[in-house]
């Protein structure tokens, strides 16, 4: 399992594990039992039979030794037993309504995500990746999902795209110290960095939607495709959904959206930060600080 650096250890989720193995390209199963490998011997072990003893004198009585050779016996591999799979899309969409809809406050949303069965998409994870900022600022961004340094860190927007959002909310006289509240729409980064797929947005929105109704920012700023496409229900691109900001509700709390680039996107295509910053910059007009 890769929760623990790059080591597999023996307390991971078989569904995760046959997850895994398809990812770094098993395509065919050998055998019908499960097999710890690990313990098996490098070569199988040859029965060989003793040295040969001398005869025995005219007369000596005779030992089992002089008439049976000892063998040596074999050590094969350990054989485990299998343990019962857990799900691997998780515990869905209605628990997580349920769910969230009984948390009253941040930290109580906090430890019901950090509880929820999120599939293997949480037990591939290190830790959950809550939120980061002032709890309550003016302003919160909407991010896709954690990457590794997120996953490492336990908080969103922490790498090379994260030091980027921060400088462009530096320019607009915002910042995640004092006015400003970040999160994601998934809290545990998915295999390989992929994509969210369309299952766990659907299972991961109820709690971002709670989310906003407890943060109560005055508006939102949505990095990216995934975050926009969740909240705006669009499948259309983040190029034509940019810059065009639209009301969302979410619970009792009506608030303005504003969809921009990632800033990944940003850190690939720069002749596009311009664009971005109007965005920021429309946002930034919405907001009493």
Not at 68 to 80: D, E, L
Not at 100 to 121: P, Y
Not at 242 to 270: E, V
């Amino acid at each position: 399992m890769m929760n623990r650096g790059n080591e597999i250890t023996s307390d991971m989720d078989p569904a995760f594990l046959l997850a895994w193995h398809v990812e770094m390209g098993a395509d065919e199963a050998i055998g019908f039992d499960p097999v710890d490998r690990f313990t098996a011997p490098s070569a199988p072990e040859i029965r060989m039979p003793a040295a040969p003893r001398p005869a025995a004198a005219d007369g000596a009585p005779r030992t089992v030794a002089d008439i049976v050779a000892p063998t040596v016996p074999v050590a094969g591999p350990r054989v485990i037993e299998a343990r019962p799979v857990q799900s691997v899309i998780g515990a869905g969409p209605a628990e997580a309504v349920r769910v969230a809809a009984s948390c009253n406050n941040l930290e109580e949303l906090r430890a019901a995500i950090e509880a929820f069965d999120g599939g293997t998409l949480k037990r591939g994870a290190k830790c959950t990746v809550f939120a980061d900022g002032v709890p309550g600022a003016p302003l919160m961004v909407v991010g896709e999902a954690p990457g590794a340094d997120e996953d490492r860190e336990g908080r969103p927007f922490v790498g090379a795209s994260g030091q980027f959002l921060d400088r462009m909310l530096a320019a607009a006289g915002l910042s995640r110290q004092s006015n400003v509240y970040i999160s994601n729409v998934v809290p545990w980064r998915p295999l390989g960095n992929r994509t969210p797929d369309p299952a766990v947005i659907a299972m991961c929105l109820p709690f971002l939607m709670r989310h906003i109704e407890l943060a109560k920012p005055q508006a939102l700023l949505l990095v990216g495709k995934v975050p926009t496409g969740a909240l705006f229900g669009s499948d259309d691109g983040i190029t034509r959904l940019r810059g065009k900001m639209r009301d969302i509700t979410a619970g009792g709390l009506t608030l303005p959206a504003m969809p921009t680039y990632h800033p990944a996107f940003l850190l690939r295509q720069p002749a596009q930060k311009g664009q971005a910053w109007r965005d920021l910059l429309t946002i930034r007009e919405r907001l009493t600080l």
